[in-house]
């Protein structure tokens, strides 16, 4: 069976809108969310581990997307948050455009496949224009969660 978003996705770790006006605190709050799951035993070790990742290349992977991630043995499970910017944030993205919608991934240091196949799903399901459409024009968090939780079951049927 293919990996699904909603086996990590949460409504309580979603934020519509996200607060920070830059990256680094748009990164840094969806951090502070996610930390706030009991998935994250070292908040410290994490946040160290998506800043040093995000310093090697920028995680903005176009199309108005970025997927700030970390590996790091203070994760126990792999576990997401997600946050739409009040307004698009510069991000170096691949494409030059700012980025409207940030999914962070926490993943455990050893669990390098289902870490990729999370990404992958990622990537897959936002690829879609309507679903991008749809996912940045969200109003608040439970519609952002309703939409995102639907897409596995979609893709099943």
Known sequence: MAFELSSILKPELIKVP??????????????DLVCTSSSVTDPDNFRKAVWEREGQRSTGIGEGLAIPHGKC???????????????????????????????????????????????????????????RSRAYSADCSEDLYQLLAGLDAAARA
């Open 73 to 131: 043995p203070g994760v126990r499970e792999i576990t997401m948050s997600i946050g739409i910017p009040r307004t698009p944030l510069e991000f170096e993205a691949i494409d030059g455009e700012p980025v409207r919608m940030l999914v962070l991934l926490a993943s455990p240091a050893d669990r390098i496949a289902d870490h990729i196949q999370a990404l992958g799903r990622i990537s897959k399901f936002m690829s879609d224009p309507s679903v």
């Open 18 to 31: 996200l607060e920070g006006d830059s990256k680094r605190a748009a990164i840094d709050e969806l951090c």
